[in-house]
């Protein structure tokens, strides 16, 4: 009979240790496990199609691009697309894709790339409708070495390593937009 009251005393301080600690995680309504910081009072998100402005960057990226970042978020928030006037809004366009050599060795006495590097920025204008100081705009890259015996139409074809160049332009836009990082 101790046992159990001992046992109910524990339970009983460990339920008051856990409330504040529970209070402080849903007290200011817009923290998140999945690391966003979005308000609750935003709803929806609108990407309109991020034009191609590179003149190198191959036809599909504009496209493939807008899909694979309304996927990221779609994935990652609990925000519902809309065609246009989301409470976020981003909008921008492809504005570099540079292949170019990245470093430059010696062969047979003449210098030439030991690899290539292709380079990816993109313009974002973000729109927060809700909270206009956390608007921005800012120019994302990210870059990828290959092989210098690949050229820039093996690369294009190389769509896995496109995208994961674009996918961490993606991931930053996210984290700078809705994580606050």
Do not use: H
């Amino acid at each position: 009979m101790t046992s159990n009251r001992l046992n109910q005393g524990r339970r009983r301080a460990l339920g008051l240790l856990a409330l504040p600690l529970l209070g402080a995680l849903s007290g200011c309504g817009i923290y998140s496990f999945n690391g966003t910081n979005i308000d609750p009072a935003v709803k929806t998100l609108s990407i309109q199609t991020f034009q191609n402005t590179a003149p190198n960057a191959p036809a599909y990226l504009s496209q493939r691009f807008t899909e694979d970042i309304k996927d990221y978020f779609q994935r990652n928030t609990t925000l519902k697309l809309v065609p246009r006037d989301g409470d976020l809004q981003f909008e921008g366009t492809i504005a570099a894709y540079d292949f170019a050599p990245a470093a430059i060795q010696q062969a047979g006495g003449l210098p030439g790339a030991g690899a290539n590097r292709l380079t990816v920025q993109v313009q974002l204008r973000f729109t927060n409708t809700k909270n206009n100081k956390q608007d921005f705009e800012q120019t994302f890259q990210s870059q990828k070495d290959f092989p210098s015996t690949q050229d820039i139409a093996t690369v294009n074809n190389d769509l896995a390593s496109v995208r994961e160049i674009t996918r961490n332009i993606i991931s930053d836009m996210f984290n700078k937009s809705v994580a606050n990082w």
